[in-house]
């Protein structure tokens, strides 16, 4: 069932649209979805910018209203090629977020919205060792997707939507603790904030100077 309805959203862009338009409701709609994760960044227009996992460009078209140089990275040709279309303002490249084809230290935000949940274990290993690769020195990696929700009533619909769209790596995801992954791989000043009952969190943490994996222990402020 989750393999047919995820495939006929990623056909139809209007269906994965209106998806995510109803399921951005609870955080008061879909351009302050992805807003969220901007909050309080101290970047400028000036700022180079990576959308990882950008898709048909519906983070990207937020990201270059705050930022003149963006980058979308997809493993999809199809969504890039309607990323192109929708946002021209970007640049895109084809590739897959665990093995970037792409120079290191040279964005000073990495930003992915509702797709890690996607990935396998080891996939997402591999995934933030690379956000960390292609980071400058304090730069900031934003990540916005599900998270356990607080409240119990919150479960059955979360638990409908997977079995609808998702498959098994969405309840891996919820068991990962990106903030402290995020600390050994040597990201600090972390942040994270939950919306939606919990079911929705925004990370943001900065890379250390210097580079190197390992130290900078960290933890969120849920
Ligand atoms: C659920 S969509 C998210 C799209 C968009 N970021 C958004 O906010 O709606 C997940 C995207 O991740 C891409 N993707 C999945 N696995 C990938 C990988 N290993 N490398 C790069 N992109 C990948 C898919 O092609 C798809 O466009």
């Known amino acids: 069932m989750a393999t047919i309805l995820r495939s006929l959203s990623?056909?139809?862009?209007?269906?994965?649209?209106?998806?995510?338009?109803?399921?951005?409701?609870?955080?008061?709609?879909?351009?302050?979805?992805h807003r969220l994760p901007l909050a309080d960044l101290p970047?400028?227009?000036?700022?180079?910018?990576?959308?990882?996992?950008c898709g048909c460009g519906q983070a990207t078209q937020v990201l270059v209203q705050h930022f003149?140089?963006?980058?979308?990275?997809?493993?999809?040709?199809?969504?890039?090629?309607?990323?192109?279309?929708?946002?021209p303002q970007?640049?895109?490249?084809?590739?897959?977020?665990?093995?970037?084809?792409?120079?290191?230290?040279?964005f000073d935000l990495v930003h992915s919205s509702a797709a890690?949940?996607?990935?396998?274990?080891?996939?997402?290993?591999q995934i933030l060792r690379e956000?960390?690769?292609?980071?400058?020195?304090?730069?900031?990696?934003?990540?916005?997707?599900?998270?356990?929700?607080?409240?119990?009533?919150l479960w059955p619909g979360l638990a409908l939507f997977f079995w609808l769209f998702e498959t098994e790596t969405a309840w891996q995801f919820l068991e990962a603790d990106l903030g402290h992954r995020l600390g050994d791989?040597?990201?600090?000043?972390?942040?994270?904030?939950?919306?939606?009952?919990?079911?929705?969190?925004?990370?943001q943490a900065q890379k250390q100077g210097g580079g190197g994996l390992g130290g900078g222990g960290l933890g969120g402020d849920r």
Request: aromatic share 10%; proline share 6%; with cysteine.
């Open 131 to 153: 956000i960390h690769r292609v980071l400058k020195p304090q730069g900031y990696v934003t990540l916005l997707d599900f998270h356990p929700p607080q409240t119990p009533f």
């Open 185 to 203: 791989l040597g990201f600090g000043n972390c942040r994270q904030r939950l919306y939606a009952g919990g079911s929705l969190q925004v990370l």
């Open 68 to 87: 003149d140089r963006v980058t979308g990275l997809d493993a999809s040709p199809r969504s890039l090629g309607r990323a192109q279309a929708q946002v």
């Open 90 to 106: 970007a640049h895109y490249v084809q590739g897959f977020a665990e093995a970037m084809p792409l120079e290191a230290e040279q």
């Open 43 to 53: 970047l400028g227009r000036e700022a180079n910018v990576l959308d990882l996992c």
């Open 116 to 125: 890690l949940h996607e990935m396998e274990p080891e996939q997402l290993r």
């Open 10 to 33: 990623y056909r139809y862009q209007w269906l994965y649209d209106s998806i995510s338009a109803v399921a951005a409701l609870s955080v008061g709609g879909i351009g302050r979805f």
